[in-house]
């Protein structure tokens, strides 16, 4: 199974900060990488689809980067509805594991 | 508008079943790969399994928690996809979603919860 790893777990930081979470694979995905945003009581909303797409509606202070093993999605500018816990997910083979999550919090 | 509703969730004892519903609308479901994704109280995403389309050989992967106690189906003149769940653990806990595979669309969830 790919394994997928996220750093940091948690962080925080100011309204207009650029926010930077990392992903990295066990091994080579490709770009077969997806990023969700879940806010809590919600279901998680897809932002970024093969590494870098970004999904439609999706507001452009978003973006992915990455391909093979290291990917990044950036906040270019931290707005207060960033407020979540942001998880990447493999879909290069099953099982489509996740990452285990960072919570972006608002300082 | 595509739109993703879970139903089934509710009470079970350990050792009991409970079969999940999706109803789909808004796309065509018959051409869509579809999959189960579970999210334990104060826990992090889980992926449970995939089902193909039929024309694709309707194959179904599941993780590895399930496979054995779980089955994924899909109805595709009701629109419909299924999770059966059997041998329910206390681990099995959790909201259950129902997505497209690609990730674009979410069910709201539904609620499982495994206790005596």
């Known amino acids: 199974d790919i394994q997928m790893t996220q750093s940091p777990s948690s962080l925080s930081a100011s309204v207009g900060d650029r926010v930077t979470i990392t992903c990295r694979a066990s091994?080579?995905?490709?770009?077969?990488l997806n990023w969700y945003q879940q806010k809590p009581g919600k279901a998680p909303k897809l932002l970024i689809y093969?590494?870098?797409s970004l999904q439609s509606g999706v507001p452009s202070t978003f973006s992915g980067s990455g391909s093979g093993t290291d990917f990044t999605l950036t906040i270019s500018s931290l707005q207060p509805e960033d407020l979540a816990t942001y998880y990447c997910?493999?879909?290069?083979?099953?099982?489509?594991?996740f990452g285990q999550g960072t919570k972006v919090e608002i300082k | 508008e595509v739109q993703l509703v879970e139903s089934g969730g509710g009470l079970v004892e350990p050792g009991g079943s409970l079969r999940l519903s999706c109803a789909a609308s808004?796309?065509?479901?018959?051409?869509?790969?579809m999959t189960w994704v579970r999210q334990a109280p104060g826990k992090g995403l889980e992926w449970v399994g995939r089902?193909?389309?039929?024309?694709?050989?309707?194959?179904?992967d599941y993780a590895a928690p399930v496979k054995g106690r779980f089955t994924i189906s899909r109805d595709d003149s009701k629109n419909t996809l299924f999770l059966q769940m059997n041998s329910l653990k206390t681990e099995d806990t959790a909201v259950y979603y129902c997505?497209?595979?690609?990730?674009?669309?979410w069910g709201q969830g539904t609620l499982v919860t495994v206790s005596s």
């Open positions: 808004g796309f065509t479901f018959s051409n869509t790969w």
């Open positions: 997910q493999q879909i290069y083979s099953t099982p489509q594991t």
């Open positions: 091994q080579n995905i490709n770009s077969y």
């Open positions: 089902i193909k389309t039929k024309t694709e050989g309707g194959t179904i």
């Open positions: 093969t590494a870098s």
């Open positions: 997505a497209t595979v690609s990730g674009k669309n």
